[in-house]
C-alpha cells in the first residue's frame, strides 16, 4: 500500500520559515519525481515545485528565491524549505508522487496534505 504522509506545516509568522516533511513508503521512491503542490482557499491546486530522480527542480514563479525542495532517497523523503513566508503562501500543501513508465502509463500517489498558516 503506498503511503505519502506529510508533516511539518503550522502557523507561522510573516517572514519566517517552515520545513514541510513527505515520508514515502509502498514505492521505490527513488524513480519517482517528487512535486509539492498547493491549494488556498477557493482557489484551485497548483504546483510549488517538483524534484526529479535525477535532483533537477523547478518552481513556480511565486516561491523562486524562497522555497527549496530536496530529497533524501536513503530515508525515501522529500523536503519543502519555506523561508520569507509571505501570507499568500497559506494553503494545504500536498506530497506528490509521479513515475511515468515509457509506454505512456504515469502513476501518481497523493498525501493528504498538511496545512500552511502564515499570519500575524
Known amino acids: 500500500q503506498v503511503q505519502l504522509v506529510e508533516s511539518g506545516g503550522g502557523l507561522v509568522q510573516p517572514g519566517g520559515s517552515l520545513r514541510l516533511s513527505c515520508a514515502a513508503s509502498g514505492i521505490t521512491f527513488s524513480i519517482y519525481a517528487m512535486g509539492w503542490y498547493r491549494q488556498a482557499p477557493r482557489k484551485q491546486r497548483e504546483l510549488v515545485g517538483a524534484i526529479t530522480t535525477g535532483g533537477s527542480t523547478n518552481y513556480t514563479d511565486s516561491v523562486k528565491g524562497r522555497f527549496t525542495i530536496s530529497r533524501d532517497n536513503a530515508k525515501n523523503t522529500v523536503y519543502l524549505q519555506m523561508n ?37
Not at 99 to 109: F, H, L
Open 84 to 120: 520569507s513566508l509571505r501570507p499568500e503562501d497559506t494553503a494545504v500543501y500536498f506530497c506528490n508522487a509521479r513515475y511515468k513508465v515509457v509506454t505512456g502509463i504515469q502513476y501518481d500517489y497523493w498525501g493528504q496534505g498538511t496545512q500552511v498558516t502564515v499570519s500575524s
